[in-house]
């Protein structure tokens, strides 16, 4: 093969090389969930009240769908 050649699949396997690690960092679950955690964490952090209001209306829903299937009468 020519010097122009070996050249070409050099670059080819550095740019597959490249594109693999971009891939295998897209799906790296473990990393993803520490992004999503540290922002979460930040956002808490700078900003509570949206989240204590939200985490209250889960717990106001979880209360009401419990206490509708307990008295509702669909027997």
Do not use: C, H
């Amino acid at each position: 093969m020519s010097e122009e050649t070996n050249n070409t699949i050099e670059q080819a396997r550095a740019e597959l090389e490249k594109t693999l690690d971009a891939i295998e960092d897209k799906f790296n679950i473990g990393k993803r969930v520490d992004e999503v955690a540290t922002n979460v964490r930040s956002s808490y952090e700078s900003n509570p009240l949206p989240w204590i209001i939200g985490a209250a209306a889960a717990a106001v829903s979880v209360v009401a769908v419990v206490a509708w299937a307990i008295l509702s009468d669909d027997d």
